[in-house]
């Protein structure tokens, strides 16, 4: 079975930090192009930030310059480092991947999100 498990979410106040992780675990042999997304209460779903398996990488107009997504594929884990949070910036995040199992299936994944709230 092949789960993605997002952290590093939290309460921070603007103009601060936070860093999300994203990793894979289970029958993993590689994990594909990666997005986080992100959900506001009463919004849609959106898109964030993208990277490839060789690591281009593409941003939302809001969170660029701010936002930046990275990998390390020995760890199975994705990366969004985000700084300069905005209120704007709160909601709930999540991680999606295609995902290769060591069987060479492949499967579309989500996690179950992690909480960040901007307020003071």
């Known amino acids: 079975q092949v789960q993605l498990v997002e952290s590093g979410g939290g309460l921070v106040q603007p103009g601060g930090s936070l860093r999300l992780s994203c990793a894979g675990s289970?029958?993993?042999?590689?994990?594909?192009?990666t997005g986080w997304y992100r959900q506001a209460p009463g919004k849609q779903r959106e898109l964030v930030a993208t990277i490839t398996s060789g690591g281009s990488t593409n941003y939302a107009s809001s969170v660029k310059g701010r936002f930046t997504i990275s990998r390390d594929n020995a760890k199975n884990t994705v990366y969004l480092q985000m700084n300069s949070l905005k209120p704007e910036d709160t909601a709930v995040y999540y991680c999606?991947?295609?995902?290769?199992?060591?069987?060479?299936?492949?499967?579309?994944?989500w996690g179950r999100g992690t909480q960040v709230t901007v307020s003071s």
């Open positions: 289970g029958n993993i042999f590689k994990i594909n192009a």
């Open positions: 999606n991947a295609r995902v290769t199992t060591m069987t060479f299936r492949e499967y579309d994944c």
